[in-house]
């Protein structure tokens, strides 16, 4: 069962950030399922990227662990951020209707209780924006800039959120990183609490259109040249 909401405080991205780091910041949006014309450099970077942060991460959580693309190219979107040249954040993206068995049964969702998935099919919740690996470069993250780059992240899914067909957004949390207090600094409710996933405490969350609203941000997309 779904518990009480938490009641966000207002968010503003980028607050107290030097303005010459933000003026060096852009985001794009990738078909991870490959490049359109314009975004092969692109694409490439934040697939190094991805591919550099985990298995940094399976080095530390699921040792021995292969790590195959398929876990970048089997969603549908990565939203990066760009300082300059390097990508600094990112988050992947996915659209499911939770009514098919071949989409419950996909990757994406082994770390879901499917009691959790029930509840969201028995409020009628079936199509369903899942935010996923959530990363962010180890100069780039709270300790060091703030929590400015995980905020836009995201701040930019709650955007593609509302602007997509989407009933419910939904994720799992890695607690130990405080990406629960982010998920519901922006108005996330839990769906399941204190599970465990590669044995890190998490929680799987929603978060729903009604208590959501659309962001601001301090930097705009990324300019991408011809090939």
């Not at 940094?56 to 021995?64: L, M, N, R, S, Y």
């Not at 996909?106 to 919740?125: E, I, M, N, T």
């Amino acid at each position: 069962m779904e518990a009480a909401r938490h009641e966000p405080a207002p968010v503003v991205i980028g607050e107290g950030v030097d303005e010459t780091l933000l003026r060096s910041m852009r985001y794009v949006v990738l078909h991870t399922a490959g490049p359109v014309p314009g975004q092969r450099r692109a694409y490439e970077q934040v697939y190094a990227f991805w591919r550099e942060t985990w298995h940094a991460t399976f080095a530390e959580v699921a040792p021995g662990r292969e790590l195959l693309s398929d876990g970048f190219v089997l969603h549908q979107e990565a939203c990066a951020i760009f300082r300059n040249e390097r990508v600094i954040g990112l988050m992947l993206r996915d659209f499911r209707d939770l009514r098919l068995r071949a989409h419950r049964e996909l990757a994406v969702f082994q770390h879901y209780p499917p009691s959790a998935l029930d509840a969201l099919c028995d409020r009628g919740l079936h199509r369903v924006m899942v935010t996923a690996q959530l990363s962010v470069h180890p100069e780039f993250r709270r300790r060091t800039v703030g929590p400015m780059v995980s905020d836009a992240l995201m701040a930019l899914s709650v955007n593609r959120f509302l602007a997509s067909s989407a009933a419910v957004m939904v994720g799992v949390t890695r607690n130990d990183r405080g990406v629960d207090r982010l998920a519901y600094r922006f108005g996330a409710v839990p769906l399941v609490a204190d599970l465990e996933t590669y044995g890190i405490p998490s929680d799987v969350v929603a978060f729903h259109r009604e208590h959501m609203r659309a962001y601001s941000l301090p930097f705009g997309t990324l300019a991408l040249a011809a090939e």
